[in-house]
């Protein structure tokens, strides 16, 4: 210790009271006594002051955490300060600039920035991050609960008339861990997708998280010794986050009515598997058909099917697996015995053009528009390749590839849904812009075009992708059509036309009514501008023998058994969206060509079969034999009068969105009410007038 200051005799009464060779302290206690001490002091004394100030000496101090610091505030204030006045400032060209650089300084200090090694590994950190999504508050809202139902019960005389089955669209249901192995047993019974446990595993171990959520490339099924399983129940889908609502909406408006648990059945499903490969692992289809048989025999009333998205196609694959010999043994007239309404809403029937760009280059428009700032953290943390590669082993992404082919999405020179603003025919789905001096030296470059059809860009695809990706296509799907009765009769017994309505027939169910209902008014992806790279180019010159198979781009000839090793022909640059072509009077914005729709899929996917001049009534002969009577209704997107209504208001039409839509939500109340009815076909757009410009050939 440091050296003390000490009390001498003879130093001031102030500091010394000793009386006849006593020291007295004056003090209070129980009897106001003084303490005496019996024998005089001899050995110096401590002051009071230096007796506290070695008080700290005795203990350890805690480290004071980064974020109560003084510095951690003053730097947070100060960035905040930085960045609103150069967002003030940013209308001017040279401001930008700055702002620009500002941004990409700021991504290469958070890029190199390890987070889990920052944070500590404890239960703590864990419960916390694992509950992340408790610590948000919702969005502020307008919505008013369970409306409309709650102002149009009485006066439509609204009640629960039809057993009601929900069948949701792709990355809806929520997955959970069942695996319990030494990497999985601490996500026992967790989602790994939805929920905060999701947010927990990406950010502090995205690498397991990844390997949980991959298919194996060859089966299409689960890896060794790691098991997701779709949640099961209404709250698989109600919400995907806390706050982010997804069928919640609908399930409410159905139960202010009269609908519960025992009338209605939510049918959750691991969206990552091919349609195939839901039956063979989960029995999906087996447990859905005894589901609705049960309703028939309980109820003496048929069902009423309400899909979303990639739902619209699952439940016609559905419905052929039914009736065939090979799959639920139900015979020809299983689904006019037990459906009574199919409500497609927002249906993917003739595949999306990003489900393309997601397989192909692990892109779409959502990755397009973080701007420069997040596309370089997005691309530090989850690249593109590594994105490709994970959507590439979930089946289910290549059950919403294009179908069609260039009769329903143009060719080079037009396509039904050209407009005059277009620069170039959204017939062109993938446009290659140029390509640097240098990709020109590789082999197989000189094979790129300028332009590509929706045949030609799948082409590109399963040259660009990995053998074990190409034969999962070839195993579960077709993507063509057929004009032919007789080859459509064949296709029965094909399931992996199913999942086409251009190559498959609605079953004979002439008392099935059938709804399609979407929105419209929203800028939808059409095609896109690609470029290409030299980097990471594939060094195997057999693609058999990849041995980064999964990232590779090998070159595929049509048909995967007949591959080439020859390494001239063996290799292609990778490809991804030119983010430099953005002129937005033309309607193209960072590298993405955009046209009509609800904001995800293109309206000639949403209503061509439905429309009356489309597949299902002007062509019932070929794709609807039964004439099963068909009705389509469009739902124009409204901006909501509130701010508050960040997820679109009462009268949303994007994509999801429309889930929450009042007018739609009424229609469907009266769809299952039995009030069928009172709800009419209504076109706003022009799809009628594309689907007219779409010629069929009718054949034997």
């Known amino acids: 210790m440091r050296q003390r200051k000490t009390l001498q005799q003879g130093q001031s009464p102030h500091e010394q009271g000793e009386r006849g060779g006593q020291t007295t302290f004056k003090g209070s206690g129980t009897r106001g006594a003084c303490a005496e001490v019996s024998e005089k002091t001899t050995e110096p004394r401590e002051l009071m002051e230096d007796i506290m100030a070695d008080v700290p000496l005795l203990f350890k101090s805690k480290?004071?955490?980064?974020?109560?610091?003084?510095?951690?505030?003053?730097i947070v204030g100060?960035?905040?300060?930085?960045?609103?006045?150069?967002?003030?400032?940013?209308?001017?060209?040279?401001?930008?600039?700055?702002?620009n650089d500002f941004q990409a300084f700021l991504a290469l200090q958070l890029a190199e920035m390890d987070i889990s090694s920052m944070l500590p590994a404890t239960e703590a950190v864990d419960d916390i991050l694992g509950n992340f999504t408790s610590f948000i508050k919702p969005a502020p809202t307008s919505d008013i609960p369970f409306m409309p139902a709650l102002a149009f019960k009485e006066e439509l005389q609204l009640n629960p008339h039809f057993p009601v089955v929900l069948i949701p669209g792709i990355v809806s249901s929520g997955l959970e861990s069942w695996g319990t192995s030494e990497k999985s047993r601490k996500y026992f019974r967790k989602r790994m997708w939805g929920t905060g446990t999701m947010f927990r595993s990406v950010l502090l171990d995205k690498e397991l998280w990844t390997k949980h959520l991959r298919l194996d490339p060859v089966t299409g099924l689960d890896?060794?010794?790691?098991?997701?399983?779709?949640?099961?129940?209404?709250?698989?889908?109600?919400?995907?986050?806390?706050?982010?609502?997804?069928?919640?909406?609908?399930?409410?408006?159905?139960?202010?009515?009269?609908?519960?648990?025992?009338?209605?059945y939510l049918a959750s499903y691991d969206w990552r598997l091919s349609f195939h490969n839901l039956e063979v692992r989960d029995k999906y289809f087996s447990k859905l058909k005894s589901t609705i048989e049960m309703y028939k025999k309980t109820t003496q009333r048929k069902s009423v099917v309400i899909t979303h998205s990639m739902g619209g196609s699952l439940f016609p694959y559905f419905l052929k697996w039914a009736e065939s010999p090979q799959g639920g043994q139900g015979g020809p007239h299983w689904a006019d015995n037990h459906i009574e309404s199919f409500v497609n809403i927002a249906g993917t029937l003739g595949g999306v053009p990003k489900a393309l760009t997601a397989v192909l280059s692990g892109e779409t428009r959502d990755t397009m528009a973080v701007g420069s700032f997040g596309a370089y953290l997005l691309e530090k943390f989850?690249?593109?390749?590594?994105?490709?590669?994970?959507?590439?082993?979930?089946?289910?992404?290549?059950?919403?590839?294009?179908?069609?082919?260039?009769v329903l999405w143009g060719n080079a020179e037009s396509a039904p849904d050209d407009n005059k603003d277009t620069d170039q025919s959204y017939g062109n789905m993938v446009s290659l812009t140029s390509m640097d001096s240098d990709n020109l030296s590789h082999p197989g470059t000189e094979s790129l075009t300028n332009n590509y059809t929706v045949e030609e860009s799948l082409n590109l695809l399963q040259r660009t992708s990995p053998p074990e990706f190409n034969q999962l296509l070839l195993r579960n799907y077709s993507y063509g059509i057929t004009t032919s009765k007789s080859q459509l009769k064949k296709n029965d017994g094909d399931d992996t036309k199913w999942a086409n309505p251009f190559e498959s027939q609605l079953p004979m169910a002439p008392d099935m009514k059938i709804f399609c209902f979407y929105g419209v008014g929203l800028p939808t992806e059409?095609?896109?501008?690609?470029?290409?790279?030299?980097?990471?180019?594939?060094?195997?010159?057999?693609?058999?023998?990849?041995?980064?198979?999964?990232?590779?781009?090998?070159?595929?000839?049509?048909?995967?058994?007949?591959?080439?090793?020859?390494?001239?022909?063996?290799?292609?640059?990778?490809?991804?969206?030119?983010?430099?072509?953005?002129?937005?009077?033309?309607?193209?914005?960072?590298?993405?060509?955009?046209?009509?729709?609800?904001?995800?899929?293109?309206?000639?996917?949403?209503?061509?079969?439905?429309?009356?001049?489309?597949?299902?009534?002007?062509?019932?002969?070929?794709?609807?034999?039964?004439?099963?009577?068909?009705?389509?209704?469009e739902y124009l997107h409204e901006?909501?009068?509130?701010?508050?209504?960040?997820?679109?208001?009462?009268?949303?039409?994007?994509?999801?969105?429309?889930?929450?839509?009042?007018?739609?939500?009424?229609?469907?109340?009266?769809?299952?009410?039995?009030?069928?009815?009172?709800v009419t076909s209504r076109l706003i757009t022009k799809i009628d007038e594309y689907a007219q410009k779409i010629q069929l050939d009718h054949k034997p």
Request: aromatic letters at 8%; one cysteine or more; charged letters at 20%.
């Open 223 to 264: 890896p060794p010794d790691i098991k997701l399983r779709a949640a099961q129940g209404l709250d698989a889908a109600d919400y995907f986050v806390a706050g982010y609502w997804v069928w919640a909406k609908i399930i409410e408006n159905l139960a202010t009515i009269g609908y519960d648990s025992n009338t209605m």
């Open 78 to 99: 100060v960035t905040v300060g930085l960045m609103g006045a150069l967002y003030g400032a940013s209308t001017t060209p040279m401001a930008q600039t700055h702002l």
């Open 526 to 633: 059409r095609s896109y501008y690609y470029t290409a790279s030299s980097e990471g180019l594939s060094s195997c010159s057999d693609p058999n023998e990849c041995e980064e198979s999964n990232e590779g781009n090998c070159l595929m000839s049509e048909d995967p058994s007949n591959q080439t090793s020859d390494s001239s022909t063996s290799q292609l640059p990778h490809l991804y969206i030119d983010s430099t072509i953005h002129r937005p009077s033309a309607g193209v914005e960072t590298g993405v060509r955009f046209g009509e729709g609800d904001g995800t899929v293109p309206l000639l996917s949403l209503g061509y079969m439905c429309t009356p001049s489309g597949g299902w009534t002007q062509h019932a002969d070929l794709y609807n034999p039964s004439h099963s009577p068909v009705k389509i209704r």
């Open 63 to 74: 480290p004071v955490p980064f974020w109560k610091r003084k510095r951690f505030h003053f």
């Open 639 to 678: 901006q909501p009068e509130s701010k508050l209504d960040v997820r679109g208001g009462s009268k949303a039409g994007d994509h999801v969105d429309i889930l929450g839509n009042w007018d739609m939500t009424l229609d469907i109340l009266k769809i299952v009410s039995n009030q069928s009815s009172n």
């Open 382 to 406: 989850f690249s593109r390749r590594e994105r490709a590669s994970l959507m590439r082993s979930w089946g289910g992404v290549s059950s919403m590839l294009p179908k069609g082919t260039s």
